[in-house]
């Protein structure tokens, strides 16, 4: 039965441990290709009509210029296309690690299998001319997916970025230290950050405790004779700025209050302690809000009261307003009316003078008409009686005549 052995990462190894030399020109280097056990190598051909760059781990950046030719393959035509050749030596053999590396991360063109294929390819097919075995793979981009992609794309097989024309951000490659900063940068700005320091000139070799969450921390404090004593508490929320809180110098019979002691028994027993407090604070919180409760009922009461004392002030204001403006309106209605009876008590008053001089004048003319009535019958008598004696003159001397 096959035992899996654990994964793990691999150890960083520092400069003293691997040297690096770049070599101009010609290689110099008395190495052979006899003595070649594998040979990989990464070949770019640039079909898409743009300019395209491609991004390392190292982070070097190389530029290719699009092709003025069409590829012989007609699939490839709009394409970025990365060749990637692999050669390894008779008495050399490549096998598959970790079942990782499968199907996950892969290229969309690559078959689930793709692993499996290309150790066949290399492993088990010969060459008649030479004792060497070898396999080809070709990855291939289009321009479209390029541009969709927001301008550029990572391949996971080739640890390579490809970068087009519109791409308008810095891009870093995932593996680069860069991108580590960039990675731990975001990490830091989106967790929660609590610490503590200590700065302790004199007695800097005696250490402190916390207790964090049922588990007990030890601080050494520093001994830096610049900054004095002090102890610094940084605090931070996720995507917010770090806050710090310098408390200068703290007496040991002040440090619980800040969580700090100088035993480990006393911290450990710290969440006890805060528990009973905690119970406490329960305790004390719970009758708060019961208090809360009826201090709101009774300012309820006393709110609803005055709230409706209020309304009735303000009604008896408005009916009051109301009154005044009717009084100041009755008051002008009776002004207008006993305007209006006074003009017609003088109307009247006109009235009764204008009939009475009209009568006066009636009576006047009727005494006129009376008077010049009687002059006219006493005219007419004055001639009966001035004719009558001539009448009866004539009567008689007409009675004679006809006697």
Known sequence: MEVRRKSALPKRAGTSKVKAEVKSGTDTKKIGRRHLSSSTTIECFNFTGQTIKTLDHLGLCTVHPAHTTAPDERAFIGCFVVRRRSEVSDGTQ???????????????????????????????????????????????????????????????????????????????????PKALDLHLSQMYDASHTYSIEINDPVNGDKPFYVNINERVFEIIPTKNEYLGDEVRITFKAPH?????????????????????FRKYTDADKYREKLEVLQQRLNLENTMA???????????????????????????????????????????QHIKDLEKIEREREEAKRELILEKEKADMSLRQLKMKDY?????????????????????????????????
């Open 94 to 176: 490549i096998t598959e690690m970790f079942d990782s590396v499968r199907g996950t991360d892969r290229a969309a063109a690559t078959k689930e299998d793709f692993i499996n294929d290309l150790l066949i390819d290399i492993n088990h097919r010969a060459r008649d001319t030479l004792s060497r075995r070898d396999s080809t793979v070709y990855y291939s981009v289009n321009a479209t997916s390029i541009t969709e992609n927001n301008g550029n794309i990572y391949i996971p097989d080739l640890d390579l970025v490809v970068i087009g024309e519109r791409c308008n951000q810095e891009i870093v490659h995932p593996n680069s």
């Open 240 to 260: 917010q700025q770090a806050e710090t809180i310098y408390l200068g110098k703290v007496d040991d019979s002040e440090l619980e209050k800040i969580g700090l």
């Open 289 to 331: 809000k019961a208090q809360l409760e009826n201090t709101k009922a009774t300012m309820t009461e006393a709110t609803l009261e005055a709230k409706l004392q209020a309304e009735l002030r303000s009604v008896e204001a408005k009916m009051l307003e109301l009154a005044q403006k009717q009084d100041l309106t009755n008051a």
């Open 371 to 403: 008077y010049e009535d009687r002059s006219y019958e006493r005219k007419d008598s004055s001639e009966i009686v001035k004719f009558l004696p001539l009448m009866v003159g004539g009567a008689l001397a007409l009675f004679s005549i006809m006697k």
